[in-house]
């Protein structure tokens, strides 16, 4: 009776086991059938677009110049655009500069209207940025790589002559200037 019981609890071990062994196999050709459906939809969903970027004049870059190059849905009147994607780009060589921008293809529709904009900035300054709407989905916009040139930013300098301008001592030496008669000031007339 014990020799009996013996095989039966080995029995029962190995049949154990071997649910066991076919349930983990189950499992795991489930989880991999489900992975590459989900994998081929993201990967369908995946598009690039290939941007060079340039400008005119030759000048050099600032030390820290950055290429930011952002792709929005301009659809809805007077409300911020949707940005679908933007690239940020450390610039460390002259310029064409070319960006590869990595979007998700299921934002795109047939019935709105998309903008690609550039621009190059320096510590919060805007240096260079595109003054032309770019739509890269249009059918006379498909070449490959889709070219923006950026337009230098004017920087007006401010309209001041030193002739017939007032200047008074406020201080002199780090020390505050104390008036007791006529304040010290100094005038430049034409002449």
């Known amino acids: 009776?014990?020799?009996?019981?013996?095989?039966?609890?080995?029995k029962k071990a190995v049949a154990g086991i071997g649910l066991l062994a076919l349930s983990a196999f189950a499992v795991t050709g489930c989880g991999e059938q489900t992975k590459p459906t989900e994998n081929t939809?993201?990967?369908?969903?995946?598009?690039?677009?290939?941007?060079?970027?340039?400008?005119?004049?030759?000048?050099m870059l600032r030390p820290g110049s950055q290429l930011i190059v952002t792709l929005s849905n301009v659809s809805k009147m007077d409300v911020k655009a949707d940005i679908i994607t933007q690239e940020v780009i450390d610039v460390t060589?002259?310029?064409p500069f070319t960006v590869e921008l990595i979007y998700d293809a299921s934002k795109i529709s047939?019935?709105?209207?998309?903008?690609?904009?550039?621009?190059?900035?320096?510590?919060?300054?805007?240096l260079y940025t595109s003054t032309t709407n770019h739509d890269p989905?249009?059918?006379?916009?498909?070449?490959?790589?889709?070219?923006?040139?950026?337009?230098?930013?004017?920087?007006?300098?401010?309209?001041?002559?030193?002739?017939?301008t007032y200047w008074k001592a406020i201080t002199i030496n780090a020390q505050t200037v104390?008036?007791?008669?006529?304040?010290p000031f100094i005038q430049f007339n034409k002449d």
């Open 41 to 59: 939809e993201q990967a369908k969903a995946i598009s690039t677009l290939t941007i060079q970027v340039s400008y005119k004049d030759r000048s």
């Open 93 to 95: 060589q002259a310029p």
């Open 1 to 10: 009776m014990e020799k009996h019981q013996a095989v039966s609890s080995r």
């Open 110 to 126: 047939d019935k709105h209207r998309y903008s690609l904009s550039a621009r190059i900035i320096n510590k919060d300054k805007v």
């Open 178 to 183: 104390n008036v007791t008669t006529k304040e």
């Open 137 to 164: 989905f249009t059918e006379s916009q498909l070449t490959t790589p889709y070219k923006i040139e950026l337009s230098k930013v004017s920087t007006q300098k401010p309209d001041v002559t030193l002739t017939n």
